[in-house]
């Protein structure tokens, strides 16, 4: 008979689970050995003082797991397993220390980064009744998969709102929706030709070159001048594919004037398979003046993969990002990409259509864009008062960031590290270098401030830090 102390207090593992876990064990030791017959049902009740229930409850379970087979009118018998080959695994698990990941940071930080926006005046009372009617307008399609480039009818929604807003000419049909941009450069890099070449900014978005470079592709950069990429230096390097950032170039801010824009497209139209990415990231928040249109708007040779998300205006974890394919790449996403598995919620898709068809999205960007204009404009003036001449600023007329370039006796590693400890969130040029040849100014340490997160009311005091960070 089978040993089992059954535990019968009150915060005591279920009866039956205590019978399966011993039995499971005494096979594992090797007290049970294959072929052996266990006590009936009755016996072994009978002998813990247990219902049969529970003993049947986990016979069943070690029978459906497998540690035990039966016979018919003959009962249960332990089934042949093998036992496990020694392994370092024996004793309790033990993460490396190089998997260890840090705590997210609690309360009392002050961030300046640039990757979060304003939650605080996020409209979720109607994003939720925007939820609400999807669930009940959208029933039938929440219970089925839907097409692997997003629901038609969003995609229609979108592709009249970026038409009415950044100039994007695209059929529906066009549109490849994705939980993310990520995501989507990897389906994309999949549609060009396995040796082609890759230009990036430099510096520019390091997610995008790492992705990159993890798949195996040929990565070069280019560097800037004050209207964006060099087109001599595209020239020279002739690459398949070119990512750019126009509207607010990642992360300097530069502004991509329609003289440099015309040449890129020159470019891009005399070569058979070559092509442009232009990543919208932030477009929709512009100070001073109106929106600039996408590069998209002008291209006359549909040789411009337009990406588009949802990340800045609303909110990073809704995960709702797009790309427009030109036709040619469609027919090759047709064919390559028919059987997969669209990423991004359908109901939060559904949600996004109507909280676009209603109004609301716009009413929200026209708020955002006032907030974020008065934190910026704030910040700047805070920035100017505090470290006066030992400061330049670049890039500040678009998107939720900006470069602000500071006179200093520390590196860049010393000042992050000395507004870590003052508990500032912030993030330097070098982070964004992507061919790793830090090149360092003397004296002069650039910043990535972004200013979505920020409280109004941090601002004051968020510089003071950063001044003893800097300065200190």
Same mark, same amino acid.
């Given at each position: 008979?089978?040993?089992?102390?059954?535990?019968?207090?009150?915060?005591?593992?279920?009866?039956?689970?205590?019978?399966?876990?011993?039995?499971?064990?005494?096979?594992?030791?090797?007290?049970?050995?294959?072929?052996?017959?266990?006590?009936?049902?009755?016996?072994?009740?009978?002998?813990?003082?247990?219902?049969?229930?529970?003993?049947?409850?986990?016979?069943?379970?070690?029978?459906?797991?497998?540690?035990?087979?039966?016979?018919?009118?003959?009962?249960?018998?332990?089934?042949?397993?093998?036992?496990?080959?020694?392994?370092?695994?024996?004793?309790?698990?033990?993460?490396?220390?190089?998997?260890?990941?840090?705590?997210?940071?609690?309360?009392?930080?002050?961030?300046?980064?640039?990757?979060?926006?304003?939650? =605080?005046?996020?409209?979720?009372?109607?994003?939720?009744?925007?939820?609400?009617?999807?669930?009940?307008?959208? =029933?039938?399609?929440?219970?089925?998969?839907?097409?692997?480039?997003?629901?038609?009818?969003?995609?229609? =929604?979108?592709?009249?709102?970026?038409?009415?807003?950044?100039?994007?000419?695209?059929?529906?049909?066009?549109?490849?929706?994705?939980?993310?941009?990520?995501?989507?450069?990897?389906?994309?890099?999949?549609?060009?030709?396995?040796?082609?070449? +890759?230009?990036?900014?430099?510096?520019? @978005?390091?997610?995008?070159?790492?992705?990159?470079?993890?798949?195996?592709?040929?990565?070069?950069?280019?560097?800037?001048?004050?209207?964006?990429?060099?087109?001599? &230096?595209?020239?020279?390097?002739?690459?398949?594919?070119?990512?750019?950032?126009?509207?607010?170039?990642?992360?300097?801010?530069?502004?991509?004037?329609?003289?440099?824009?015309?040449?890129?497209?020159?470019?891009?139209?005399?070569?058979?398979?070559?092509?442009?990415?232009?990543?919208?990231?932030?477009?929709?928040?512009?100070?001073?003046? &109106?929106?600039?249109?996408?590069?998209?708007?002008?291209?006359?040779?549909?040789?411009?993969?337009?990406?588009?998300?949802?990340?800045?205006?609303?909110?990073?974890?809704?995960?709702?990002? @797009?790309?427009?394919?030109?036709?040619?790449?469609?027919?090759?996403?047709?064919?390559?990409?028919?059987?997969?598995?669209?990423?991004?919620?359908?109901?939060?898709?559904?949600?996004?259509?109507?909280?676009?068809?209603?109004?609301?999205?716009?009413?929200?960007?026209?708020?955002?864009?006032?907030? @974020?204009?008065?934190?910026?404009?704030?910040?700047?003036?805070?920035?100017?008062?505090?470290?006066?001449?030992?400061?330049?600023?670049?890039?500040?007329?678009?998107?939720?960031?900006?470069?602000?370039?500071?006179?200093?006796?520390?590196?860049?590693?010393?000042?992050?590290?000395?507004?870590?400890?003052?508990?500032?969130?912030?993030?330097?040029?070098?982070?964004?270098?992507?061919?790793?040849?830090?090149?360092?100014?003397?004296?002069?340490?650039?910043?990535?401030?972004?200013?979505?997160?920020?409280?109004?009311?941090?601002?004051?005091?968020?510089?003071?830090?950063? +001044?003893?960070?800097?300065?200190?």
């Amino acid at each position: 008979m089978i040993t089992i102390l059954i535990d019968r207090s009150g915060d005591a593992d279920y009866i039956y689970h205590q019978i399966y876990q011993k039995i499971k064990e005494e096979i594992f030791n090797r007290n049970l050995l294959p072929d052996n017959k266990l006590p009936s049902k009755r016996e072994l009740a009978k002998a813990l003082n247990v219902s049969i229930n529970s003993v049947n409850a986990a016979y069943q379970q070690l029978l459906a797991e497998g540690y035990l087979y039966s016979k018919e009118r003959k009962g249960f018998f332990v089934e042949q397993i093998e036992t496990f080959h020694a392994s370092r695994h024996s004793e309790p698990l033990r993460l490396d220390a190089e998997l260890a990941e840090e705590a997210e940071k609690g309360g009392g930080w002050i961030s300046f980064s640039h990757m979060n926006v304003d939650t =605080t005046h996020f409209p979720f009372k109607t994003w939720l009744r925007c939820e609400q009617k999807a669930v009940a307008s959208h =029933t039938s399609e929440l219970g089925e998969m839907t097409h692997p480039q997003g629901v038609y009818g969003v995609r229609q =929604t979108i592709a009249r709102f970026i038409a009415l807003t950044r100039g994007v000419k695209c059929h529906p049909e066009q549109i490849v929706i994705s939980a993310g941009t990520q995501p989507l450069i990897h389906t994309l890099q999949d549609l060009l030709p396995e040796s082609a070449l +890759y230009a990036m900014e430099e510096p520019g @978005y390091s997610r995008i070159y790492q992705l990159l470079k993890n798949e195996n592709k040929r990565v070069a950069t280019i560097e800037l001048d004050h209207k964006g990429v060099r087109i001599s &230096d595209i020239q020279a390097l002739n690459p398949d594919v070119l990512f750019v950032t126009p509207s607010h170039q990642f992360p300097t801010g530069i502004i991509m004037p329609v003289s440099r824009r015309i040449q890129l497209l020159n470019w891009v139209s005399d070569g058979e398979d070559r092509y442009i990415v232009e990543d919208d990231y932030d477009s929709e928040f512009k100070y001073g003046s &109106d929106t600039i249109p996408a590069l998209q708007s002008l291209d006359r040779s549909e040789k411009v993969i337009y990406i588009g998300t949802f990340s800045k205006s609303l909110l990073p974890g809704l995960r709702i990002s @797009y790309m427009v394919l030109p036709q040619k790449l469609l027919k090759r996403y047709r064919k390559r990409h028919h059987f997969s598995i669209q990423t991004s919620s359908v109901l939060t898709q559904f949600a996004l259509q109507e909280f676009i068809e209603s109004g609301e999205y716009q009413k929200h960007i026209k708020k955002m864009n006032q907030i @974020y204009e008065e934190k910026r404009t704030r910040l700047i003036e805070s920035l100017e008062n505090t470290f006066a001449h030992r400061l330049k600023i670049k890039g500040a007329s678009a998107g939720l960031h900006f470069v602000a370039d500071f006179e200093t006796n520390h590196s860049e590693e010393e000042v992050l590290r000395r507004a870590g400890e003052r508990r500032v969130e912030i993030y330097g040029m070098n982070r964004f270098i992507l061919n790793g040849k830090k090149e360092k100014q003397p004296g002069v340490v650039s910043l990535v401030l972004g200013f979505a997160k920020i409280g109004m009311k941090q601002i004051d005091d968020g510089v003071a830090k950063l +001044y003893e960070a800097v300065c200190g």
